[in-house]
């Protein structure tokens, strides 16, 4: 039974402009302990599609459609109130841009403290701050560092501290949205290594979300390729890099350089992302696609299985 | 530590102020039209008397023996006698001091704590009617006319419903009555404090309201306010021990900022309901030509607001922990 | 060299017009603002009265501010047809009076609101532009003069010049005043400093003080102009309290100097008529140029803009 199964789940936002279509009938699963990747370029969707599972969008998102099944209930089926309860202690969030994801004014031992004490009422202070010790060396930050305040931490640190405070209330889920983004190349690559040990250590799953497919490649299970709102391609990590079938996906794959492979150029996609407050009825990939014909413009794309673990809305 | 290093050095920067300030206005006295020795000495004395005074100030010798003279005279508490009073100034002005901060200091911070407790409420309840009638209410009354605004309160509670004194902080009956306690005195200062009190309050809440409720509005937009809807903390929660504290600081520097408007606005309170504070002895002591008592009152209030400014500096350090360390 | 005198001529031109489309986008913003309006509408009531000052007297000197007096009536009597608002203690039209303030009102604060501006402006562009130590005095002087009450400084001055003109005054309100606007300007200046555009000028051999009037005063002015409106209040407060308290130009007739009558005469609890409207007045004027203020903020920080405008 898998941790977490969506079901053609549709999120948009009420805008001046009109009803922006942000997500459209994706659906996946995920099993407990493993990793799931989102990748696609900004604006495709993977942000709400986290913000979405979590129910945290602003007052201007809505879920359209779909169904959201967590440790077999129907998340959406839920109060505020219960939600609530599930937010932090069965699925975690990373933000991206951990830069302000801490409140200036508190200590890092009190926010961390918080979303235990909040979750778990027996607990006493003590207690809490005892836990926060075990997690500061589980993240690797020096126990003398509790008492400061997020300025005094660096980009690295602060990023340890935000993944410390996720794994506070022992989630189940934990949902990361471009954690390493704003980081150093060095520090990225300790993060998702530590990251990689965290998760074989608690059987913690992950969805990772990303622009980049080279971060993804190497710390998800399987991947989910996003398209201006769509799912396109969805599939184990060694189907999809080895034989990627979608056109975008393809194309991605050749604007990143490998360090081992031939040595091609790079190529960039040419074109620009759809209007999604009117979105096309057809392919949304099609007028940058190279293979695209009058027919893709046309027809509602349908999702092809190329095998039990992958499968793509174009071939 | 860091907080104390900020503290010096405000300090220092306050003393500096201070001496130009003290420079300047000895400059103004000795230079502007007329003839300064009448300023120092008053006209009532005698010509003996005139003579041993303007040896004692020093006001025969040349410009800057005088400077000197002044500056030892400031230091040693010597700021000779008001022409009016015919006291020593040093007395007077020490007699009002308390009575100015008190009435100062409690209207800044109960306008300031309302203000921001308000505005909390205006953010929380944005667009909605509680909002507008706030935000309205906050906008009306901090741009009518303080002296005006004065004297209708006057007019009305004192003068047409009795409900408090027209004038003065206390009634001499009860302070002059040796049986009367504390607890009436104390009573009674307050009973001629409240309408002053709320004059000052109304006219400054409503900045600090409509201040806290847009930094509010803005603090909510912040990463680490998602941060804690995701970590499941009630939406008071969020509010109160997240978003306030943030939202609070750029009031406390506009309490800061707007120090020598309140005091400006504390000395015409003080002149219309007769409180025997610093800023009326001010006015008074101009309208007089008491040219002792006017120089020493403005350098006291020049003190005490460049002294409130570093409260708020201290204040405002204690509440941003990215400053203090 | 050609090329890079090419691109500067380009770069000037689309400036130049640039601020055109910006001002009528920035009055059609202005005008869905219901502040705005409400504020606009109050200040051109305002502004009428401050014109038809000049008509009581020349109707008939009986109405002259200060030195019309009824031949019939020598003391403060209420609201009548001869006299819509009442007369002071001495006989003199209120309205009239109140009228004449209108006047003063916009005389005062519009001039030390201009004067402070383009101080402040002037010194916050040149503090933001040379930096280092220029630039550390200037703000050091603001510091020093931003912390003085200039009210009660005024009184010392009071005390020592004996009255002060109508003139003095405007000066002395905007020599208090260019702190708060130099400190805006200078920030904004900051980051103009840095911009491609600044760059091109300077590469294409502009003189400092040419970058800082042809490049940087035009995309500073609009911050000016917003702030000139809050200037305007406060000029017109100073001068006011000024009055109320005895030391305004005893030649000119403010609604200040109406509330210091009315007061100092013991007329404060039976006269209504002539307490009332000056208060209003100050108050209302203060109110419609806060009111103009924040309309106006609101076109130049989208961020305030409401829901449903066009960025």
């Known amino acids: ?315 | 530590m860091e907080l104390w290093r900020y503290i010096s050095r405000r300090l220092i920067q306050i003393v500096v102020i201070f001496f130009v300030i003290l420079t300047v206005l000895f400059l103004l006295f000795r230079l502007a039209p007329g003839d300064p020795v009448s300023r120092m000495v008053d006209p009532n004395l005698t010509p003996e008397d005139a003579e041993l005074l303007i040896k004692e100030l020093g006001l025969d010798q040349p410009l800057w023996m005088q400077y000197l003279y002044y500056l030892k005279n400031f230091f040693t508490g010597h700021f000779g006698n008001s022409f009016h009073y015919g006291q020593p100034v040093v007395q007077i002005i020490w007699d009002r001091l308390p009575n100015t901060i008190l009435l100062f200091t409690t209207s800044i911070i109960l306008s300031a704590l309302v203000g921001i407790f308000l505005g909390k409420i205006a953010s929380w309840h944005k667009g909605e009617k509680t909002d507008t009638c706030m935000t309205l209410g906050a906008l009306i009354t901090h741009t009518v006319f303080l002296p005006w605004m004065a004297l209708i309160m006057i007019w009305v509670f004192a003068y047409r419903l009795g409900w408090f004194p027209i004038t003065g902080m206390i009634s001499e009956e009860i302070w002059l009555d040796p049986e009367a306690g504390l607890w009436r005195k104390v009573l009674d200062v307050l009973h001629h404090m409240i309408l002053p009190l709320t004059t000052l309050f109304l006219i400054h809440f409503g900045s600090y309201l409509l201040i806290m409720r847009s930094s509010m509005l803005d603090t909510l937009k912040e990463d680490y306010i998602l941060t804690g809807r995701a970590k499941g903390l009630t939406e008071k929660v969020i509010r109160d021990h997240h978003a306030a504290p943030n939202a609070a600081l750029p009031v406390v520097t506009s309490v800061g900022l707007s120090l020598a408007f309140s005091i400006n606005g504390g000395a015409l309170t003080e002149t219309v309901f007769t409180w025997p504070g610093i800023g009326r002895e001010l006015v008074f002591s101009v309208s007089h030509n008491d040219y002792p008592l006017a120089q020493a009152s403005f350098l006291l209030i020049a003190i005490v607001v460049l002294l409130s400014n570093l409260v708020v500096d201290i204040l405002y350090a204690y509440l941003d922990p990215r400053i203090r360390y | ?311």
């Not at chain 1, 996946?28 to 989102?38: C, D, H, I, R």
């Not at chain 3, 002087?141 to 009255?163: C, E, N, S, W």
Request: charged share 20%; with cysteine; net charge neutral.
């Open chain 1, 1 to 315: 039974m898998a941790l977490l199964v969506a079901e053609n789940l549709s999120v948009g936002y009420q805008t001046q402009k009109g009803y922006l279509h942000a997500v459209e009938g994706v659906s996946f699963s995920l099993g407990a302990g493993k990793s799931l990747g989102f990748v696609g370029e900004s604006g495709c969707g993977k942000t709400t599609l986290g913000m979405a599972l979590m129910r945290l969008l602003p007052p201007n998102g809505m879920i359209r459609q779909g169904r959201i099944f967590f440790d077999g209930e129907d998340l959406l089926q839920k109060t505020d109130e219960e939600m609530r309860q599930v937010r932090w202690k069965k699925i975690a969030m990373i933000f991206q841009a951990a830069m302000n994801a801490l409140n200036p004014v508190h200590r890092i031992i009190d926010q961390i403290a918080e979303a235990i004490l909040t979750h778990d009422p027996l607990c006493d202070k003590e207690e809490a701050y005892e836990q926060v010790r075990g997690l500061f060396q589980l993240v690797g930050l020096p126990q003398d560092r509790m008492r400061d305040y997020p300025h005094q931490y660096s980009g690295g640190m602060k990023q340890r501290a935000v993944i410390a405070m996720a794994l506070a209330c022992q989630p189940k889920l934990i949902i990361a949205d471009e954690p390493t983004t704003a980081l150093d190349v060095l520090v990225q690559d300790q993060i998702l290594q530590e990251t990689k040990n965290l998760q074989k250590e608690f059987g913690i799953s992950i969805i990772y979300i990303s622009h980049d497919i080279s971060i993804v490649a190497d710390v998800c299970h399987d991947v989910g390729i996003m398209y201006a709102g769509q799912l396109v391609e969805y599939g184990a990590r060694e189907e999809i890099f080895d034989s990627p079938r979608h056109p975008y996906t393809k194309a991605l794959l050749s604007s990143y350089p490998t360090l081992t492979g031939e040595k091609n150029r790079l190529v960039p996609i040419p074109g620009e992302t759809p209007n999604l407050i009117h979105p096309p009825l057809g392919c949304r990939f099609c007028d940058r696609c190279s293979r695209g014909s009058v027919s893709c413009r046309t027809e509602t794309p349908v999702w092809i299985e190329i095998s039990p673990r992958h499968k793509t809305l174009c071939d």
């Open chain 3, 1 to 311: 060299m050609m090329t890079v005198t090419t691109v500067n001529t380009d770069i000037e031109l689309s400036e130049r017009f640039h601020w055109i489309g910006r001002l009528l986008e920035g009055w059609s913003i202005y005008r869905k603002s219901l502040l705005g309006k409400i504020g606009l509408t109050l200040l051109l009531l305002f502004a009428l009265m401050a014109l038809c000052s000049f008509i009581p007297p020349w109707a008939d000197p009986m109405y002259h501010p200060m030195t019309g007096v009824d031949p019939e009536i020598s003391y403060s009597v209420g609201p009548s047809m001869r006299h819509w608002l009442g007369t002071d203690f001495m006989g003199r039209d209120i309205l009239s009076q109140l009228l004449a303030g209108a006047k003063i009102a916009f005389m005062v604060g519009v001039s030390a609101a201009f004067m402070s501006v383009f101080l402040g402006t002037a010194i916050g562009m040149i503090a933001g532009y040379t930096g280092r130590f220029t630039d550390s005095l200037l703000m050091r002087l603001a510091d020093m003069i931003m912390v003085m009450p200039a009210l009660l400084v005024l009184l010392m001055l009071a005390a020592l010049f004996g009255q002060l003109s109508i003139w003095f005054i405007v000066l002395f309100i905007a020599l208090f005043r260019w702190p708060g606007v130099s400190r805006v300007i200078r920030a904004q200046t900051l980051s103009l400093k840095h911009r491609p555009f600044i760059e091109a000028a300077r590469v294409a051999g502009a003189s400092h003080l040419r970058i800082i009037f042809r490049h940087i005063m035009p995309n500073v002015l609009p911050l000016s102009f917003l702030y000139m409106t809050f200037q305007v209040t406060s000029a017109i407060i100073i001068e006011a309290a000024l009055a109320f308290l005895g030391f305004g130009d005893p030649g000119t007739v403010s609604w200040g100097m109406m509330l210091q009558w009315v007061w100092k005469t013991g007329h404060m609890f039976r006269a209504p008529y002539w307490l009332l409207p000056p208060g209003i007045c100050i108050s209302l004027i203060t109110l419609s140029f806060y009111m103009l203020g924040r309309a106006m903020d609101e076109v130049l920080d989208p961020r305030l803009r409401k829901e449903g405008e066009t960025d």
